[in-house]
Every structure is written in structure tokens, then in C-alpha cells.
């Protein structure tokens, strides 16, 4: 205790004293002997703990996370698509379809496509119901070309007759040798596709729209539907592609449908419906490729061209005719037909103004 001033008895009271021994005025009490701490001021560094090093931050690494799933999601679906198809190609048949003839030279690219009536418990070759030409390349745009099955062509060793007879005679090579004959087109790809096939296609997409201008009723065809578009099956898609006694212009009606089923599968395939469901995307592709057959010299890549190339020439990026003709009997307009596939064999197709139209007749 100090001489010159009371003790509180805390020891402390040295601190308090002057050099002449008297006491300075004392701090209130904060309810402890112990002097506070020397803290930091708020706000800064050294208010927060140091943060290790080794230690990651859990919310800096939840967005990462989800980019990098997101970014193995992509990848995977993009091999699932690329995967698919390659599968599919191994499911579809091949056959011959290259003549042992002279062949013509084009600037463009054609192919054949071909609808048979054969059914699956026939034992004949069955005959073409449809015949289409498909050109592309050499500058212009995509052509697809009906060639009605009544029209009268020479086919090589039997004469001239209907072109539809050719395919039940030799098969592809002879319908091809027959068209390039007939067109002066040289046949780069043939594909091929029965009545069952075309159903089931139409079925896996889960039907197709297709916009007939009048009612039809036609028991050949097993078809009763009413005008205006409309969803539809494939049993009906495959009826309404056949139907020609329900129109005056038969043949030339038929082909017109041919190709606005062909553009409605285009369509609902490329349909983001398709493309983003993986079971309809597998199912798709697995029907069409068990339900075609194709030349043996086509590759998968230039399937894959021609196919691209099909669904925009009817999808409104080409044009979509039928080959010129002088009347409804579906004899070839000569001069016209000439010109036609002149254009055609040197890629000019942007030249074909009014030699194309819908039933290959003058405007």
C-alpha cells in the first residue's frame, strides 16, 4: 500500500500513482481486474481468422461442380447421338445396285428412291410403287423429282414399257441402268423402302401431318379421310401415298402425296420432339434402319448427306416437281424432259423455272 493514499487492496495501485507518489483519477470499473485486451479496430484484417490455405470454399466450389456435371452431360448426349446412328447403319441391308453398263457423268449428285409393293411374306421381287429422284450439288438447289411408275421407258433387253416393270425384271440394277437410260443421270446412291417399312417409320415417329386438299375414299388404298391437315398413322400415311382412283389425275396425284409424306418424315425426324427424346431418337432410328436397304457402295456418311439433303429439299430449301409431261397418261413431254434433266445432269437447277412444277404439266 502506498503512504500517500488509501489501498483498495487489488495491488494495482502503483499504476495509478505520480512521480510525487500522489493518485491519478482511476478508470470505472468494467467488472474485471484484467486490463481489455488490445483488439483490432472492426472492419479490419485482423478481425477474421485466417482462413488455411489448404482448405477450399465450399459455396466457390458448388458452381464449378455444376458446370463440370453439366459439361459430362453434353458430352455424353453428344455421343449418344453420334452413337445411335452408327449402330443403326449396321442394321440396314445392302444390295446391289450398280449396272455392269456404260455410265454417265454428272456435275450434281442423284439418288434413287424407291417404294415397293412387295409385302413380307412375298416371295417375288414385288414392283416400284414410287420412284423418286433426288439431285443435289453443283450450285443450285436440291431437287426431288417424281417419276410416275406408269411412265413408258425403254428397259434394257425388254423393251419399252413401264418403268415400274423394271425393278420386278432385274431388280436395282436393272431399275437403275433403266433410269440413267431414261434421264441421262448418272445414279450416285439407291435406297429402298417396302409398304411395311414405311408404316412402321411413320409409327415410331409417333405419326405425321399431312394436309390432303379433299375428302378420300379409296377402298384399293384402305383410305376414308376427310380434307384439311391432320395427324396421322402410319397405316393411313401409307394409304394416302398409294390413293390414286380418288383423284382425275391418278399417277400424277400419287407422286404429289409420295413427296409430302416423305417431307412430313423429314420433318417430325428433325422435330426437336425426336432429336431430344432419347427413346424416340433410338426407336427412330433403329425402324428406319431395319425397314431400308441401300446400295452397297453407299457409306454411312454419304447416307447421312443424302438423307440432310432430302429433308430440306422438301422442307422448303429445294424445289419439289415432277418430271414434264404431255398428258395425264404420263407420257414424257420430250422437249421439256430434255431441258429438265439437262439442268439437272450440270447442277443449274436454279435454271429450271417453270419446267418444274407439281404434276410435270405446262403452267
Not at 411408275?149 to 433387253?157: A, M, T, W
Not at 448418272?186 to 375428302?215: M, S
Not at 395425264?328 to 419446267?355: C, I, M, P, Q
Amino acid at each position: 500500500m502506498s503512504p500517500s493514499g488509501p489501498s483498495d487492496g487489488d495491488g494495482y495501485d502503483w499504476l495509478y500513482e505520480d512521480e510525487s507518489g500522489r493518485h491519478r483519477p482511476r478508470p470505472a470499473a468494467s467488472g474485471s481486474a484484467v486490463p481489455p485486451p488490445n483488439l483490432p479496430p472492426p472492419g479490419s484484417k485482423g478481425s477474421r481468422p485466417k482462413r488455411s490455405k489448404d482448405r477450399k470454399d465450399p459455396e466457390a466450389r458448388k458452381p464449378r461442380g455444376r458446370w463440370r456435371l453439366l459439361w459430362l452431360i453434353l458430352v455424353l448426349w453428344l455421343a449418344f447421338l453420334l452413337i445411335v446412328p452408327i449402330v443403326a447403319w449396321s442394321k440396314i441391308t445392302k444390295v446391289d445396285a450398280t449396272p455392269d453398263s456404260e455410265r454417265p457423268q454428272d456435275k450434281a449428285t442423284t439418288w434413287l428412291i424407291v417404294g415397293t409393293d412387295k409385302r413380307p411374306k412375298d416371295r417375288s421381287r414385288g414392283r416400284t410403287d414410287t420412284i423418286l429422284l433426288l439431285t443435289y450439288g453443283g450450285g443450285g438447289p436440291s431437287v426431288l423429282t417424281s417419276i410416275p411408275r406408269d411412265s413408258l421407258v425403254n428397259i434394257p433387253g425388254h423393251g419399252r414399257t413401264k418403268v415400274n416393270a423394271a425393278y420386278a425384271y432385274g431388280g436395282p440394277p436393272l431399275l437403275v441402268e433403266t433410269m440413267e437410260g431414261a434421264t441421262g443421270l448418272r445414279i450416285d446412291g439407291y435406297t429402298e423402302i417396302g409398304f411395311v417399312g414405311l408404316r412402321d417409320v411413320v409409327d415410331a415417329l409417333g405419326g405425321i401431318e399431312i394436309c390432303p386438299d379433299q375428302d378420300i375414299k379409296d377402298k384399293d388404298a384402305r383410305l376414308n379421310i376427310k380434307k384439311g391437315c391432320q395427324e396421322v398413322d402410319g397405316k393411313t400415311a401409307l394409304g394416302y401415298s398409294r390413293s390414286r382412283k380418288a383423284f382425275g389425275t391418278g399417277d400424277i396425284a400419287r407422286g404429289q402425296h409420295q413427296r409430302e409424306v416423305i417431307g412430313a418424315i423429314g420433318k417430325a425426324a428433325l422435330s426437336p420432339s425426336t432429336v431430344l427424346n432419347p427413346f424416340t431418337y433410338s426407336r427412330v432410328a433403329t425402324t428406319a434402319a431395319e425397314s431400308l436397304a441401300v446400295g452397297d457402295d453407299v457409306s454411312m456418311f454419304s447416307f447421312g448427306r443424302f438423307a440432310w439433303k432430302l429433308a430440306r429439299a422438301v422442307g422448303g430449301d429445294g424445289r419439289s416437281c415432277t418430271v414434264p409431261i404431255a398428258n395425264l397418261s404420263v407420257e414424257w413431254d420430250r422437249e421439256r424432259a430434255l431441258k429438265y434433266f439437262g439442268h439437272l445432269k450440270n447442277g443449274t437447277t436454279d435454271e429450271l423455272g417453270t419446267l418444274c412444277t407439281e404434276d410435270g404439266m405446262r403452267d
